[in-house]
């Protein structure tokens, strides 16, 4: 036995014995794993290693010879079935047959467009994104994908930040939620069903809080705010079970994720138990030379696969440098294996030796039109849109707008179905997207009317547009109007003078809010801010639809405008969402997930900031106390706010306890009363506040929610339950304990009108 070990351990057995081992059965995966592991060459376990881009230019003749050789594990932007079957049939022919896995960035779904991952995360509503993730891997599995670079959990407080859009905003237990419920939905009953995707919880770590918002920055973070902040909802999607994570372009405290033994092995390995496979992001191996910590490449995919990153996603470095490393004895068998066998881990996982065509299916059920409407998913799409929408303003009851009515729609984003679908729309089609114009157009049905005039183009500084441009696909660019601004805006105005409200569609297009699209300003660009005080000018009611993937600075917008409904990048169904709310079809229930700042200078501004020696007291001269001077303080927005048709009041908060004893639970209740005569739905918050600690707490911090459908004039009362575990933190040892003393509670509809209620932990 010792001798047979030895021999595996040098390569010395023979293939031929080894293939006469019998397999064990494909129930046992440890065994099932560690046998194929025996039967492998060291270039077949490299090559399962190597992740790579499918794009237009690769040559598909290439890669199939490349699968068949055994050098390809899987790969990633192909995702039809009729692309993805040939690549499977390489990997048949190839001497192990290991099956290949094909992956997608299905990030806010796959042909059905959902709203950006902010926009689900302003719907507070856990059903609604569990079937975004249910109907997402439903249309990527039928895309034949196998695995998705998502759910996105990066905690953003810095909205210069362009992938903000892509997170769920600024609050560690709501993204943690939502991290869970979204990794439940894209794996469903089991990662091996032919209709479930492997989720892929990125980016480990910490990449929201790149420096200065600046995309692909530096990270420089206490430990203790990284354990208490930025690292819960990584970890709540690894414990509710995704198969992956794909590890982060930035470093942390001077090393890059890539590189980080701390990160990846002693915190997600060590101490979180983690099971599953990691893969690098996007070339980020051979950046390990441009970061400073690697000579060359050889360096470079040294570091990586011994910090533990299993696969290498889309550079050739583990390709080329693995085999000379392993020679020399500088990277061991054993750390190659434990890669190899996490991959292959993943694709049993995915069910794919059981069926590597399990989601490609057979030739003869290939669809003839992957982009067949029948295929789309639209009434979820229309429902989830309207809950993530967020009423920020709604003076003298402007909304919802009468469907008799005469409606001037301007604006450049009106007619966008492009950019209402927002970044990584996956397969989602403009075609297919209903834009603002379309989705009132259905709404008024002849009834009323509407005249539309673009009104201005989203920017007209050309330094910008070539830096969008550029990465735009052809039919994607943003092109400029011919005509001079001044005309435009004239046009918008002889349309406001002939109807009874203006509805102007303002903000962002898709790419200002995207990966590499980091901004200094949060402003709405200049060319639509003219339009915007042109159509106040005519003292026409005027309401503002803002498109847009990050928090924008709207102060002097919010003077102008009679009412404002924040609307994200809604997706395939947006236009109707958005009209559905605008004329009262559905109450809007929305509440931000992220801080709405004043102004760019005051980043960052999220709610649960910790306690300081010197708060500034509102109405209360400031000297001497932490604020700015020229301009009020506090949030434009605050975190967890948004407005309904209906009225609530929130009251009565009492707990059941004045203390909790280690252990037991304790109750706060509270009443919610719809004071209105319409039905709508509100969000309950409870934020918690460990007073007096060993270090300065936050002054609140979110612990539970409940979203509430209560008739008009219905009172309700609500229970939440905390117990030691809500009051637990990492404390400056990193030890994570809940300490003895004064807890505030509080309850609001938004984080800053709150109910207030203490007790003391014992
Ligand atoms: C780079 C991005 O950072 C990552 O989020 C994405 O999943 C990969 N590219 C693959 O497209």
Known sequence: MKSSLLGLALGLVSQAALAATAAPPLQDKQAFIDHLLGQMSQAEKIGQLRLISISPEMPAEKIREEIAAGRIGGTFNSRTAPENRPMQDAAMRSRLKIPMFFAYDTVHGERTIFPISLGLASSWDMD??????????????????DMTFAPMVDIARDPRWGRTSEGFGEDTYLTSRIAEVMVRGLQGKSGAEHDSVMAIVKHFALYGAVEGGRDYNVVDMSLPKMYNDYLPPYRAGI?????????ALNSINGVPATANTWLMNDLLRQQWGFKGVTISDHGAIKELIRHGVARDGREAAKLAIKAGIDMSMNDSLYGEELPGLLKAGEVSQAELDRAVREVLGAKYDMGLFKDPYLRIGKAEDDLQDYYAETRLHRAAARDVARRSLVLLENRDDTLPLRKSATVALVGPLADAPLDIMGSWAADGRPEHAVSVREGLEHALDGKGKLLYAKGADVTRDNAILDYLNFFNAKDDKIVLDPRPPAVMIDEALKAAAQADVVVAVVGESKGMSHESASRTSLDIPASQKALIKALKDTGKPLVLVLMNGRPLSITWEREQADAILETWFSGTEGGNAIADVLFGDYNPSGKLPITFPRSVGQIPMYYNRPSIGRPATPGEPGNYTSQYFEEPNGPLYPFGYGLSYSSFT???????????????RLQAKVTVKNTSERDGETVAQLYVQDVTASMSRPVKELKGFQKVLLKAGETR??????????????????????????????????????????????
């Open 717 to 762: 009362e609500l229970t939440f339950t905390l117990s030691e575990s809500d009051l637990k933190f990492f404390n400056a040892q990193l030890q994570q304990v809940a300490e003895p003393g004064q807890f505030n509670v509080q309850v609001g509809l938004d984080s800053q009108n709150v109910q207030q209620q203490h007790f003391e932990l014992r």
């Open 128 to 145: 609604a994104i569990t079937t975004v993730g249910r109907t997402s891997a439903i249309e990527a599995a039928a895309d034949s994908v």
């Open 239 to 247: 414990d509710a079970g995704a198969g992956g994570v794909m590890v």
């Open 650 to 664: 929130l009251s009565d908060l009492t707990l059941s306890a004045d203390h909790l004893q280690r252990g037991q």
